[in-house]
């Protein structure tokens, strides 16, 4: 009789605790902290944390500048070691990460990748992508460029890290519409006339997510190319600082108003649309963080509370703003 007692009462005791549901760490990871194009990303994983209503914690974390990946994986690591029962990362160093996930699949962590994916041959570290096509933010900014430039011309392409998989793929996207043939793999083939596109020398430029080196790199080559024809950041780079983006560009309006200079820059954040606004691009195609951050925080629970595992990829839209729609167009969310 004491057994059954004693039974009964730790089921008692027991059923609270049963009934109330885990608090999940999910751990949203950008390249860096820096960086007003992952702080949407944040502001979704937020608004997640709260509508789940204590289900999860986000747990925003990551490397506070640039850099080549390094920062990142030990951030990343570390998060293995904590044992967290999810991670969402942009990887900033492709191969780098890829090795990094495969001791979170050991150790039993779901991984979803969000803006930046890994290698094909590491996908199987990670249940899936969420976030934009990367290929096609470059193949529209190549036809945002055509259209300005429809007899082809002289281009820069400048670039995140050479080794972050999404803007090689954006690169790719760039290079196989302009040439109108597709290319293996990213980065793609450099343009070196093919369509009447070429690539200047010095180019593409590589900016590790340092914005001060990335206005600094387009006031260089724009000045050492008075005549270029194209100018396309596959991410919003040198915007991310406006004034000292302004102070270039100024320098070049009268070319991007006539349109001998095609100026269309990845990414559609608020301070880039007013920057499209005053004339000082001809287009920009932006991707949604904010949803990327939201998504990945409902995937990861349903990962864990066995409701099955998001389709991979899963794609988050696209918009192509230009000064005809620029009124109108979604910017950055």
């Known amino acids: 009789m004491k057994a059954l007692l004693a039974l009964l009462a730790a089921i008692a005791v ?52 640039h850099g ?21 990362v942009s990887p900033s160093n492709a191969p780098a990460m890829g090795r990094t996930l495969a001791e979170a699949n050991k150790a039993g962590i779901p991984v979803l990748t969000w803006d930046s994916d890994l290698l094909d041959r590491d996908k199987k570290e990670r249940v899936a ?72 020398d010095g180019c593409p430029l590589y900016t590790n997510d340092d914005f001060p ?22 991410g919003g780079f040198p915007q991310f600082l406006p004034q000292a983006y302004r102070k270039v560009a100024e320098k070049v309006k009268t070319r991007i108003d006539d349109g001998s200079l095609a100026l269309v820059v990845a990414d559609t954040l608020p301070v880039q649309i007013d920057l499209l606004k005053a004339g000082l ?9 904010f949803e990327m951050g939201y998504k990945t925080m409902y995937f990861l629970k349903d990962i864990k509370d066995g409701k099955g595992k998001p389709a991979d990829p899963t794609y988050t839209g696209l918009d192509v703003c230009t000064p005809q729609n620029v009124a109108t167009c979604v910017g950055g969310g």
């Open 213 to 234: 080196v990335a206005v600094q790199q387009m006031e260089d080559i724009l000045g050492k190319y008075p005549q270029l024809d194209a100018f396309v950041p596959t």
């Open 14 to 65: 027991a059923q609270p605790a049963a009934a109330a549901d885990k608090k999940y760490v999910f751990a949203l990871v950008p390249k860096n902290t820096n960086n007003p194009f992952f702080d949407q990303a944040r502001d979704g994983c937020k608004k997640a944390e709260k509508e789940l209503n204590g289900a999860i914690e986000c747990l925003y974390v990551g490397p506070g500048e």
């Open 68 to 88: 080549g990946g390094e920062e990142q994986v030990q951030v990343v690591n570390d998060l293995i070691a904590r044992h967290v029962d999810g991670i969402a």
């Open 129 to 200: 992508y969420v976030g934009t096509h990367n290929y096609e933010i470059g193949v529209n900014l190549a036809k945002l460029a055509m259209a300005i430039k429809p007899k082809g011309g002289t281009i820069c392409i400048q670039s995140g890290g050479a080794a972050a998989a999404n803007h090689n793929e954006r690169m790719q996207g760039i290079r196989d519409t302009l040439s109108g043939k597709p290319s293996k793999q990213s980065p793609g083939e450099r343009l070196s006339g093919q369509n009447g596109w070429k690539e200047v």
């Open 281 to 289: 691009s001809r287009g920009q195609v932006g991707q949604r963080p």
